[in-house]
């Protein structure tokens, strides 16, 4: 079975930087895609950043200037680098293997001075 299990999060100031972790067991990361969400209180859960089979990584239009995706074949993990971090950022950041019905169970992040 596939599980999700994210890490990383924490508190952080405005301005600061975080690396979430992903690690999966069960699914190859190299032949799915995979996508970081994002939900913040009172608000829908959206979509953060993805990754494709081919590596191909696309960005939400509010982080694609500070957010950078990746993996890590030999770990079997998927990575966020979140950099230039603002309030508007906090939210519990999930990790999701794409087409399918499996998330990790989530990791807070608190962007406040």
């Known amino acids: 079975q596939v599980q999700l299990v994210e890490s990383g999060g924490g508190l952080v100031q405005p301005g600061g930087s975080l690396r979430l972790s992903c690690a999966v067991s069960?699914?190859?990361?190299?032949?799915?895609?995979m996508g970081w969400y994002r939900q913040a209180p009172g608000r829908q859960r959206e979509m953060v950043a993805t990754?494709?089979?081919?590596?191909?990584?696309e960005y939400a239009d509010n982080v694609k200037d500070r957010f950078i995706i990746s993996r890590v074949v030999v770990e079997n993990t998927v990575y966020l680098d979140m950099n230039k971090l603002e309030p508007e950022d906090t939210a519990v950041y999930y990790c999701?293997?794409?087409?399918?019905?499996?998330w990790g169970q989530g990791t807070q992040v608190t962007v406040a001075s």
């Open positions: 990754i494709a089979t081919n590596g191909m990584p």
């Open positions: 069960g699914s190859r990361v190299s032949v799915s895609g």
């Open positions: 999701h293997k794409m087409m399918s019905n499996y």
